[in-house]
């Protein structure tokens, strides 16, 4: 059984790009180094695969003939309908890497797990930033607020903020979607 997310076979990276290929951007990065992966979308927003791609300023190559491409990305329904062109790239042995929704955030996850990216995690100063924003807003809650929203952060910083509430016997949820999702710390 797949995994989601996970390829069904090793992942194979080119240096040369196919000229039929759709290039996003790279900003100047240190990501330069990578090596250029050749994509096919099946099912999956072209568009919002380039956008993820040039966000994460990761050398991806779209590319519109599955022969042409390195890695298929699909989503979960095409896979579980074993849809043709799915089963053509699994019999030539290509990695199949499959999303369980169309968002942007299912994609920046395949591009990382694609190029092994590590999580981001915040500088020790902007941690200790993060820290005092949340040891405040427990303050707060402590001393009559019915709730305090933090503002929005990477997972390591709302981790963080959750970990603090709930050392301070303080109830917490993240609420809204990456870039603005944020911890909201409250009483039971």
Same mark, same amino acid.
């Given at each position: 059984?797949?995994?989601? *997310? ?50 994460? *300023? ?11 491409? &390195? ?21 030539? *042995? ?83 979607? &990456? ?10």
């Amino acid at each position: 059984m797949v995994q989601p *997310g996970w390829p069904t076979a090793p992942a194979v990276q080119v240096d040369a790009p196919s000229p039929a290929a759709e290039s996003a951007p790279l900003p100047d990065a240190p990501r330069s180094a990578m090596q250029s992966v050749r994509v096919f979308p099946y099912g999956v927003a072209r568009d919002r695969l380039m956008q993820s791609a040039k966000r994460m *300023g990761v050398p991806a190559l779209i590319v519109k003939d599955a022969g042409e491409a &390195d890695v298929l990305v699909t989503l979960r329904s095409y896979y579980r309908d074993r849809q043709q062109a799915v089963m053509q790239a699994e019999h030539r *042995g290509m990695p199949v890497y499959v999303l369980r929704a169309n968002t942007v955030s299912q994609m920046e996850q395949f591009l990382s797990d694609l190029f092994n990216l590590a999580e981001v995690v915040p500088a020790t100063s902007e941690m200790e930033l993060v820290r005092n924003q949340a040891q405040a807003a427990i303050a707060a809650v402590m001393n009559g607020e019915r709730w305090v929203d933090l503002p929005p952060g990477p997972a390591a910083a709302r981790r963080l903020q959750h970990e603090l509430a709930r050392e301070a016997e303080l109830v917490s949820h993240s609420y809204g979607k &990456d870039p603005r999702r944020h911890v909201r710390i409250f009483r039971e």
